[in-house]
């Protein structure tokens, strides 16, 4: 196929996004650092999970860098109520088994 002068189009570089990349990568850490210092090992995992979804999910935004500390503390609010929630269905489940042995 060749493409005629009036088929022609513009070509602009996109965006670079490495440095941002980066910073963001850096905060990630920085914030998750703390958290999983003071977190149990079962949370490990779920912390890291929601800092990857935050990460994700700020890089759909125009300001990643802005909002991804208020994703990140949602996103591990939401995980620490899950594994609340996985306990205590374990305690009840474990207390009706030992209430039908």
């Not at 609340?84 to 269905?89: C, G, T």
Request: a neutral charge.
């Amino acid at each position: 196929m060749r493409f005629e002068p009036e088929d022609r189009f513009e070509v602009s570089p996109a965006p670079f996004r490495g440095t941002q990349e980066t910073e963001l990568e850096r905060l990630k850490a920085r914030l998750l650092g703390p958290l999983l210092d003071s977190a149990n090992a079962e949370l490990y995992a779920p912390y890291r999970r929601a800092a990857n979804e935050a990460a994700a999910v700020a890089w759909t935004t125009c300001f990643p860098l802005l909002v991804f500390p208020e994703l990140l503390e949602e996103k591990t609010r939401q995980a620490r109520a899950r594994g609340e929630h996985q306990r205590a269905v374990l305690a009840r489940s474990r207390r009706i088994m030992d209430a039908a042995a």
